[in-house]
């Protein structure tokens, strides 16, 4: 690609920035306010022991560690998507 050439490059899952997402386990429990039912089946509410996927993190209201995480069905359908505090996850070693 040239410097006067606009076009942009696909990403390939074999490109080097692109990984495995981490996941994490909950071990606390998430207020509703913070689960976004709408974005899944709704097929059950988030629970201690659910075993999510990290999407990206943000800095809170309030200046705290937060996060955006999914928790996938079998099927890697979507059941729901929550922002969560650092403190709510364990991180699962890869």
Do not use: Y
Request: aromatic residues 4%; contains cysteine.
């Amino acid at each position: 690609m040239s410097d006067d050439d606009d076009s942009v490059e696909p990403c390939r899952a074999s490109d080097a920035s692109i990984g495995t997402p981490l996941k994490a386990r909950l071990i606390a429990d998430i207020p509703m306010q913070r689960v976004d039912m709408r974005a899944g089946d709704g097929s059950s509410r988030p629970a201690v022991g659910d075993i999510v996927e990290l999407d990206h993190g943000f800095t809170g209201p309030n200046g705290e560690s937060m996060g955006i995480v999914v928790c996938f069905n079998d099927d890697r359908s979507v059941r729901w998507v929550a922002d969560i505090m650092d403190s709510e996850i364990e991180l699962i070693p890869q």
